[in-house]
């Protein structure tokens, strides 16, 4: 693209149009923003982010810093303007001007686990699942058993303070920056803020990756590309999915359960510590390649990641592209979602078992698709961790920790990141409904979800099916998780009303009856 087209692309519009999200200006739906934080709705745009996670040590305390933190947390309206001034300074970057993008606001948002909200009096938000913290459903979600594990009680092999009583997790506060030392002036302004009212139990710190890598998780593969279009609050691309607000937004239309007045304009996040076990990804997709004549050095173990995660690496679907990436579209924001999976015929390209087709059908032979809408999440991850080295890449020294920091938003855990997990992902008879175009036969267990499906106990022997297009009923196993949670929560993230009520210490009831 010529610099005069790239000008002009980015005058049409007032927020980076590159991005999974771009906000509807004005919205055409009856949503206040200023009552939404804005990691919700449209993201946080962001090169560093933080999670601070803590328990409350004084009530009054808390309450009190809240008041004084409350002005920094960032609404979807905030987190709006602050994508125009990133628009404006890449604007100003394309005509040679100087912008610095660390003069662009860090951006801060705050959530709570039950466990606070019933330390702080708050009552239900009328979510059975989000009654149990994350640990107590680790099981079901498929959470490797510690060592000390039994049969009579499940213990995850998650890091201990994930799991110290002591120190019980009440909360997170989500810091998002576009510069190292903006983030770390964040954190203490964080600290700053709250005082001694909080023990901050741990941090957790993530960086988008540099350069070619930038946006891509740690297996190689653009991260990010398919996020709901929310009616009337998103300008969507081409093919992106639709859901009404209420999907992920309480009190917002769409939204189907009744709840308390003070509930709306909050949601449910879910996060998720996922180790990623690179070396071992590269040897299977190395071990199991799909070679091709003339293939280049690598391709056929590129092919195999791409029929196991339903994306070649540039985030190209293979579905609009079977044998080899096509960087150009995989990176174009109009055309890597402007597929569909038709009739079914497209098994022989994309496996019904592949990873974006287990997290998002988008059609189904049996199931409808408004109810595929229902069940859609908003996400927003960020890779940990150190860059591999090439020893371990090699396997010469042991592989450091490394993953992504998983966060999803949802107004219903059992229609959204639970459901998505324990029902799809770790699922064998899902997805149903599905035949052998050749063989004629019903492909009624296809398996796992390769990337991040989990077989539940300490055998971990996992499969999937539909790999090998001229026997789509062949097992490919796979003998050891890819990936691994080393822990997680789920946290309620109030609207801005509900904190001026949790600050003031107003009654938060929960419905009668």
């Given at each position: 693209m010529s610099l005069q087209a790239k000008l002009e692309k980015a005058r049409q519009s007032e927020t980076p149009e590159n991005r999974a999200v771009v906000p509807l200006i004005p919205p055409t739906v009856n949503v206040d923003l200023k009552n939404i934080q804005g990691d919700?709705?449209?993201?946080?745009?962001?090169?560093?982010?933080?999670?601070?996670?803590?328990?409350i040590k004084d009530v009054n305390a808390f309450r009190s810093g809240l008041r004084d933190f409350r002005s920094s947390i960032t609404t979807s309206e905030d987190a709006i303007n602050i994508l125009k001034q990133i628009q404006k300074a890449r604007l100003a970057n394309i005509e040679n001007q100087s912008k610095d993008l660390a003069n662009i606001p860090n951006q801060f948002n705050i959530g709570l686990s039950r466990a606070a909200m019933d330390l702080l009096s708050i009552g239900d938000i009328v979510d059975s699942d989000f009654k149990k913290s994350m640990l107590e459903g680790a099981k079901t979600l498929g959470d490797i058993p510690a060592p000390i594990s039994t049969g009579q009680k499940f213990i995850p092999d998650w890091d201990q303070h994930w799991m110290d009583k002591e120190n019980p997790i009440h909360g997170v506060v989500v810091i998002a920056s576009q510069d190292d030392t903006c983030y770390a002036a964040a954190i203490q302004h964080v600290k700053d803020q709250f005082k001694t009212s909080i023990r901050i139990n741990f941090e957790l710190d993530g960086k988008v990756r540099d350069g070619e890598l930038?946006?891509?998780?740690?297996?190689?593969?653009?991260?990010?590309?398919?996020?709901?279009?929310?009616?009337?609050?998103?300008?969507?691309?081409?093919?992106q999915l639709p859901c009404d607000a209420g999907v992920i937004i309480h009190g917002t239309p769409g939204d189907k359960i009744q709840r308390p007045e003070w509930t709306r304009g909050g949601t449910i996040m879910a996060f998720r510590q996922l180790q990623q076990f690179v070396f071992e990804w590269d040897q299977f997709v190395i071990e199991h390649a799909i070679n091709r004549p003339g293939d280049k050095p690598g391709e056929g173990a590129h092919r195999r990641g791409a029929k196991m995660f339903g994306r070649w690496q540039s985030g190209c679907p293979i579905n609009l592209s079977e044998n080899h990436d096509d960087t150009k579209l995989g990176g174009d924001v109009e055309r890597n979602n402007d597929f569909n999976y038709d009739d079914g015929k497209d098994v022989m390209k994309c496996p019904i078992t592949a990873h974006t087709r287990k997290m998002a059908p988008r059609v189904n032979p049996v199931i409808p698709q408004k109810?595929?809408?229902?069940?859609?999440?908003?996400?927003?991850?960020?890779?940990?961790?150190?860059?591999?080295?090439?020893?371990?890449?090699?396997?010469?020294?042991?592989?450091?920790?490394?993953?992504?920091?998983?966060?999803?938003y949802q107004s219903v855990l059992g229609k959204g990141f639970k459901f998505i997990q324990e029902g799809w992902a770790n699922a064998t008879n899902f997805p149903p409904g599905y035949t052998d175009p050749k063989s004629l036969q019903p492909m009624g267990e296809p398996g796992f979800d390769p990337i991040i499906g989990a077989a539940t106990g300490a055998e971990r022997l996992r499969f999937t099916t539909g790999e090998d297009s001229e026997n789509l009923l062949r097992k490919l196993d796979m003998p050891r998780d890819f990936i691994k949670a080393r822990g997680g929560e789920y946290f309620w993230v109030p609207g801005m009303a509900a904190i001026d009520m949790i600050i003031s210490n107003k009654p938060m009831p929960s419905l009668k009856g």
């Open positions: 919700v709705y449209p993201t946080f745009a962001k090169k560093y982010e933080g999670f601070l996670f803590f328990t930038k946006g891509h998780e740690f297996f190689g593969f653009l991260d990010g590309i398919s996020q709901p279009a929310i009616r009337g609050l998103v300008n969507p691309h081409k093919g109810h595929l809408e229902e069940l859609l999440i908003m996400r927003g991850s960020i890779p940990y961790g150190e860059e591999i080295k090439p020893e371990e890449r090699r396997g010469e020294v042991p592989e450091k920790d490394r993953g992504l920091l998983f966060a999803s």
